[in-house]
């Protein structure tokens, strides 16, 4: 699953400002891990297993949150509903997708 944030520029330009990559593997012992990774800043956001899906899930929102927060205080009002309304139906899709492949 990929999430990102462009930022528009004069001429219909745009600039990433945030492109996370999550990927779900498996490890041995465990049976439900996520790796986030922005190649933007070109840093791991999170990279962690989990016993099942719900933890993992929890925590990687946060992470993931953590990363966009300051990208948010930074924006305008109307900015920062979109970006918090597109986090929220790429996190739900990766919810439903990720619970369905672990059922």
Known sequence: MNFH??????K???TAVVNIHIVKYTEK??????????SVSKKVVFDNCFDSFVPAISACVD????????????ADF????????????????????LAAVAV
């Open 5 to 10: 944030v462009d930022k528009k520029g004069a």
């Open 12 to 14: 219909n330009q745009y």
């Open 29 to 38: 012992g465990k049976s439900f891990c996520l790796y986030a990774w922005d």
């Open 63 to 74: 992470a993931i949150k953590n990363t966009v927060d300051d990208m948010l205080k930074a």
């Open 78 to 97: 109307i900015a920062a509903i979109v970006i918090l309304a597109a986090l929220v139906i790429a996190l739900v899709s990766l919810l439903t997708g």
